[in-house]
C-alpha cells in the first residue's frame, strides 16, 4: 500500500515522549520524513534516530528558539508541509495557589508556543501554496475542570486559535485542526498519579469507555487530520476522550 505522507515533511514539538513521540512515529511510518522537536535534546535525538529523522532542541516558549529551529529545519528541507503543534505541560493547582511566574510559564508553553510555531509554519506554507497544521488542546479547552485554570485556559485558547487560523488561512491551502485529548497514560500522567495529584481508578471510571487513551490513538487522530483524505476538514477540534466530554450524567 502506498504511504499517504510520501514525500511530505513533517516536524513534531515535544515530541521527546509520549503523545508527541507517537505522532511522529506515526507519520514517519506514512511516509513522512519527520524533524524531532523537543526541549530535551537527548529526547529529541532518540526519537529522530527511531524515526530516521532530524532532531531539533529548544523551548517554543521563546521566539528566539523557534526562530532558530525552524532555521535548521529549512536547512534540511526545501518546505514543510505538516506542523504538530504538540509541546504542553500542565498545571493541576489551587488557583488561589497559583504565581504570576507559575502562570506565565503555562501561558509561554501552551499558548505562545503554539502561536510561535504556527506562525513560522504559516509563513513557509503560505509561500508553497499549503500543508497542514494540527494543535495539541484538551478536553479541559472544551469543558472545565477545578485547580486547573492556567491548563484550562491555555488550551481553551489553542482550540479557538485552531478555529481562527483555519478559516484566515484557509484561502493560502493551509488546514488548521485540533486533537482534545482526554487522559492518556503518558509518563507526565503516570507521574501525577504518583505524587497523589490526580485519581487514576477514578478517571477511568469517569471515562464512559472505562480506560485512558494510549498514545497511539491520539497519534492516530493526529495522522488521519494529516493526511489527504482529511483534505476537507478545517478548523476542527476532535475530541479522542472515549466519551468523557460528552458525558454529562450523574
Known sequence: MTAPLAG??????????????????????????????DIDATAAERVAGEVGGIALAGSVADAEDVARCF???????????????????????????????????????NLDGVFFCAREAGLRMRDAGGGCIVNVSSIYGVVAAPNRLSYCASKAAVSMMTRALAIEWAGYGIRVNAVAPGYVRTSLVETLAAEGRIDLAALERRTPQGRLATAEEIADAILYLCEPRAAHVTGQVLAVDGGWTAYGYV
Open 71 to 109: 532555521g535548521r529545519f529549512d536547512a534540511a528541507h526545501r518546505r514543510l508541509d505538516i506542523l504538530v503543534n504538540n509541546a504542553g505541560i500542565s498545571g493541576n493547582r489551587p488557583t488561589l495557589e497559583v504565581g504570576a511566574e507559575e502562570w506565565r510559564r503555562a501561558m509561554g508553553v
Open 8 to 37: 511530505r515533511t513533517a516536524l513534531v514539538t515535544g515530541a521527546g515522549a509520549g503523545i508527541g513521540r507517537a505522532a511522529a512515529v506515526a507519520l514517519a511510518r506514512a511516509g513522512a520524513a519527520v524533524a524531532v522537536w
